[in-house]
């Protein structure tokens, strides 16, 4: 892909995140956050947010057991 590629950052029912080239069309199953830029500028983004890489329904699980 080159440096001149817009990105969007995408997140999907299980709360994971992924870079997708803007012109593209999204994929079933995952939504844009609001953020585009760069892949430098979304890779941040993503960084900064997707602080828990377990997926939302492993999390769930594991808090029940924990309860």
Do not use: F, I
Request: aromatic share 8%; hydrophobic share 30%; proline share 6%.
């Amino acid at each position: 892909m080159d440096e001149d590629t817009r990105y969007q950052v995408l997140r999907n029912d299980e709360e994971q995140y992924s870079l997708w080239p803007v012109d593209v069309e999204v994929p079933e199953g995952w939504h844009p956050v609001g953020k585009e830029g760069t892949e430098a500028e979304c890779s941040a983004y993503v960084d900064e947010v997707w602080t828990d890489m377990r997926p939302r329904s492993l999390r769930e699980r594991m808090e029940k057991a924990g309860a």
